[in-house]
C-alpha cells in the first residue's frame, strides 16, 4: 500500500510537470524553452498564474499520496526509508575483488561464458559460471593423464584427428525454465589446448583454448587460473575461514597431531556437512600411529580464527620455517588418506546395480548422474529413500545444500568420481 502511494503521488507530480511545460510552449517558444530550467519555471508561474495554476494544483495534489506512502513506509520500514531517502538504490554495487583471473572469450552453447569459479582436481577441469545448486553454464575436461593433485605444470594438446585415450568434455548449461541442467559430451574431433603453470600454493595460471565441431556453437580462447585443492590461503598459510570440507580436515588433522604428539596421522572420510555453519558435531574415523582411532569432534566458527576444535588446548609446536609449495602437499597428505587400504578404488566396477545392493559402501561419496532426458545431476551420495530413488546431495558456498532424487529407471550413466 506505501509503495502504491508514493509510485501514485510521483506519477501525478511527474504529469504537473510535463502539463507545465506544454502551457508553457504554448504561450510562447522563448517561455518554454524557459521552463525547461526551475527558477524560470517559477517566473512563468508568477507571470502567467492563471494558465498555470491547473497544472500546479495537479502537480500539488501528488505531494498528498507522496507524503501518506513516506509516513506509512516510515511506520513500518524505516530502515527500507533511510535507504529510499539515502539514494542507496542509485548507487553502483561494489563487487567483491574476484578470487580467480578468468579472462575467456568466445561462447558456450551459443551463448556468451563468463565463468567465476575454475578448479583442477583429480585430473578434471571445471570452469563453472554462477553459484547456484547447478551452474547456468560449464564446462568440464577429464584428464586421465592428471590422476593426483599437485601443482606440478600441466600441459595438455589435442587435435581432431587425434585418437586414443584423450580427455573427455563436457558441457552443461542450464536454462530459465528447466529444473535440471542439460548436458553434453565428447572424447574425439576437438581442439583443445591447455598450458598451465604453479602460482601459489594451490593455484595453476596459464592458456585456455578449446574448440568443439560445430553442433556444439562453443569455442573459448583465453587465459584462466584455478585452485588445485578446496582450500584457501592466506600469506602462505591455510585460511580457516573459508568453509570446505578440505578446511575442516586440515584444522582436525593439525588437532590430531598436536593432540597426540605425532605425526603419523591419517584422517578418514568425514561425515556429510552442510554449510554456511557455526557449530559442528562430527564422529571423525583416523589412523594414528598405525591404530584406528573414532573420536567425537566438536567444531566452532569464529569470525577472526575461522574454524576451531572446541576444547583445543594443546600448544603449537613450533617448526622450522618450510616453502609455502611444500606446506599444501604435507597437508594434503594427511587429510585425504582414507583409513581404508590407499590401493582400494571403489570406483572400479562400480555400478547401479552394486550401488543399490551396498548402499553404505558408497556413503557420501561424490558421483555423477546422467538422466534419459538428458540431465545432469552431480553431488554426494546420500543414500536410497522409502521410494527407492537415489538420493545425491549438493552443498552450496554459502548457501546451504540441496538434494535431488532420481528413479533408477530414468538413468541412463552412473559415475562414482571418488575411490
Known amino acids: 500500500m506505501d509503495a502504491l502511494l508514493i509510485l501514485s503521488g510521483l506519477l501525478l507530480i511527474l504529469v504537473g510537470l510535463v502539463w507545465l511545460v506544454m502551457l508553457a510552449f504554448d504561450t510562447s517558444l522563448l517561455w518554454g524553452l524557459g521552463s525547461l530550467l526551475p527558477p524560470l519555471t517559477l517566473v512563468y508561474v508568477l507571470r502567467h498564474w492563471r494558465k498555470a495554476r491547473k497544472a500546479v494544483v495537479l502537480g500539488a495534489m501528488g505531494f498528498i499520496p507522496l507524503i501518506v506512502g513516506l509516513t506509512l513506509l516510515a511506520n513500518q520500514d524505516p ?6 531517502l539515502s539514494l542507496d538504490w542509485a548507487r553502483s554495487p561494489v563487487q567483491a575483488p574476484a578470487e580467480l583471473a578468468i579472462h575467456l572469450r568466445g561462447s558456450l552453447n551459443g551463448q556468451p561464458f ?3 569459479q575454475g578448479e583442477l582436481i583429480d585430473g578434471v577441469l571445471s570452469l563453472r559460471e554462477g553459484e547456484d545448486v547447478f551452474a547456468r553454464r560449464e564446462v568440464t575436461v577429464r584428464i586421465p593423464q592428471l590422476a593426483t593433485n599437485g601443482n606440478a605444470p600441466v600441459r595438455v594438446d589435442v587435435l581432431p584427428q587425434d585418437t586414443g585415450n584423450l580427455p573427455e568434455v563436457q558441457l552443461s548449461w542450464l536454462l530459465p525454465e528447466q529444473e535440471l541442467p542439460e548436458a553434453r559430451r565428447l572424447n574425439h574431433a576437438y581442439t583443445l589446448h591447455l598450458k598451465l603453470e604453479p602460482q601459489g600454493p594451490n593455484k595453476l595460471a596459464g592458456d585456455f583454448h578449446l574448440v568443439l565441431p560445430p553442433q556444439f556453437k562453443t569455442t573459448l580462447s583465453g587465459t584462466i587460473e584455478v585452485f588445485t585443492d578446496h582450500l584457501r590461503y592466506v600469506d602462505g598459510k591455510v585460511d580457516s575461514r573459508y568453509d570446505s570440507r578440505e578446511t575442516l580436515e586440515y584444522v582436525i588433522t593439525d588437532y590430531l597431531k598436536r593432540r597426540y604428539a605425532t605425526e603419523r596421522v591419517q584422517l578418514g572420510i568425514l561425515p556429510g556437512v552442510n554449510f554456511p555453519a557455526s557449530n559442528l558435531s562430527l564422529d571423525v574415523e583416523a589412523r594414528i600411529n598405525d ?14 580464527r575461522g574454524w576451531v576444535v572446541v576444547g583445543d588446548r594443546y600448544q603449537v ?4 620455517a618450510a616453502s609455502v609449495a611444500e606446506k599444501p ?6 587429510s585425504t588418506a582414507p583409513v581404508a587400504n590407499s590401493s582400494l578404488d571403489r570406483r572400479q566396477r562400480f555400478s547401479l546395480e552394486r550401488l543399490q545392493s551396498n548402499p553404505s559402501r558408497y556413503m557420501n561419496l561424490q558421483m555423477r548422474i546422467l538422466t534419459e532426458r538428458g540431465s545432469m545431476v552431480e553431488g554426494r551420495f546420500n543414500g536410497i529413500d522409502t521410494e527407492g530413488q537415489i538420493v545425491v546431495q549438493r552443498n552450496l558456498k554459502g548457501q546451504g545444500g540441496a538434494s535431488f532424487a532420481v528413479l533408477p529407471a530414468q538413468i541412463t550413466s552412473i559415475e562414482l568420481l571418488e575411490p
Open 317 to 320: 609446536e613450533e617448526k622450522p
Open 329 to 334: 602437499q604435507n597437508t594434503q597428505v594427511a
Open 291 to 304: 591404530r584406528a582411532e573414532q573420536l567425537p569432534v566438536a567444531l566452532r566458527k569464529s569470525p577472526s
Open 114 to 116: 563468463a565463468p567465476q
Open 79 to 84: 530502515q527500507r526509508l533511510q535507504a529510499i
